[in-house]
């Protein structure tokens, strides 16, 4: 083969090349968008061509073939042909249109939830636009039809659809309100409060738990009042409130108390510490981790009872009180002795090694930090940590 000819070749195959491109971009962009099943004009051989009341041998045919495609829809997803599946609660779903909106929502819910389970979000999309245009057409003055309401809920709640849920939740928080009644107003509340806490808007949540807290303690749900104030103590975290925070975790030791709940009073005791530490408040937080330690040694909560123990050694050093901290140290090392916390041990060895150290008490801090290599090398770990305080040490001496 010459040159020309091998030129030749290459130029025809770089322009098919192109050509095939060039083809392939005209077919993507030709591509049409997906229809949605649901919002496209449906014919069944069931339905009637006029429209007209339906009488009820027609209806109970229409059942019948939803209640079978069902059937058939759910044996489709178990064998994994799930675009099958949903093709037949498309047409189920076009189907119960005839029957009323009852009927529709019902449904919508239902393929609904097997959607999200799936993560088809496509077919989300499909439902949720069908959803839009049925509400549309039951809502008045931005209010939906309250005879639908329920069921417009377990539709959108279905979808996950945030958004949607809480103006509708909204509205049902309005209406047991203007009705007096306590049991719905609670219950919308509640998927409120977990709705925005989905959404991490825990300033819109805060006032919510406040509600729920204060309905909890008028009606003396002591059970429902320990969940609201962890609820409230937890949000106040988060949006980095710590003074709201200890306020609600002293009021749920309250409750934990009033409720004899103590296995839990102990941790609670342990976090409120952890806050007033961070609120510059020492005294307030040595006392808290104090009560937590007598509580969880009580009970005989060992691991409690050193974790309150060890916060309060480390609090003393950071407030330069040692002599404090190595006598909180010392009754730790019998605390995590009595738990079989190894780790814990060699690491209180190690506080108090740095504390004899920065005291110039080199014997005693050698000794610590003899013992703590001792276990670091029993657990194969932090050998050469040790073995540098012990060499720095030594020095030091000599």
């Known amino acids: 083969m010459n040159f020309f000819t091998h030129k030749t070749l290459k130029i025809c195959f770089l ?3 192109f050509i095939l491109i060039f083809q392939s971009n005209i077919s993507l ?9 649901l919002t496209v004009n449906f014919e069944d051989e069931l339905i009637p061509k006029v429209k ?3 009488s009820n041998l027609e209806k109970k045919k229409i059942q019948e073939k939803i209640t079978e495609l069902d059937t058939l829809a759910e044996a489709e997803l178990s064998a994994g042909n799930d675009d099958l599946a949903f093709g037949l609660w498309y047409k189920a779903i076009n189907l119960s249109r005839s029957l009323g909106v009852n009927s529709e929502l019902e449904l919508i819910a239902r393929v609904g939830k097997f959607a999200w389970d799936k993560s088809r979000n496509q077919d989300i999309n499909f439902l949720t636009e069908r959803l839009l245009i049925v509400e549309s057409k039951f809502t008045k003055n931005n209010q939906i039809n309250q005879e639908l309401l329920p069921l417009f809920i377990a539709a959108f709640e279905a979808l996950h659809n945030l ?5 509708i939740h909204q509205q049902n928080v309005e209406l047991a309100r203007l009705n007096n009644q306590t ?3 609670k219950i919308s509340l509640e998927k409120l409060g977990k709705f925005y806490l989905a959404k991490f808007d825990y300033y819109r949540a805060e006032p919510i738990y406040q509600e729920l807290l204060n309905i909890s303690r008028l009606e003396q749900d002591y059970l429902a009042e320990g969940i609201y104030l962890q609820q409230l103590a937890e949000i106040s975290g988060a949006i980095v409130q710590p003074e709201n925070a200890v306020k609600y975790k002293q009021e749920l030791a309250q409750n934990y108390l009033k409720n004899q709940n103590l296995l839990a009073l102990s941790l609670l005791k342990i976090a409120i510490g952890d806050d007033y530490k961070t609120l510059k408040k020492p005294e307030e937080a040595t006392k808290s981790y104090q009560e937590a330690f007598n509580m969880a040694w009580n009970l005989k909560q060992y691991a409690v009872a050193g974790d309150a123990l ?3 050694g480390i609090i003393y050093q950071e407030y330069e009180q040692l002599d404090s901290a190595l006598e909180i140290y010392q009754e730790l090392i019998k605390v995590e ?15 108090m090694g740095i504390i004899y150290n920065k005291k110039q008490d080199y014997p005693l801090a050698l000794k610590s930090f003899e013992k703590a290599l001792a276990i670091a090398r029993s657990l194969s770990y932090k050998e050469n940590y040790f073995l ?7 020095t030091v001496k000599n």
């Open 29 to 37: 962009a030709q591509t049409p968008e997906l229809v949605n099943p």
């Open 388 to 394: 540098d305080k012990i060499n720095q040490i030594q």
């Open 163 to 167: 958004d949607k849920s809480i103006v």
């Open 183 to 185: 049991e719905p107003l």
């Open 310 to 312: 060890r916060k309060l």
């Open 15 to 17: 322009s098919t090349l």
């Open 52 to 54: 007209r009341d339906l």
């Open 337 to 351: 002795q009595l738990s079989y916390n190894f780790y814990g041990l060699m690491n209180t060895y190690d506080y």
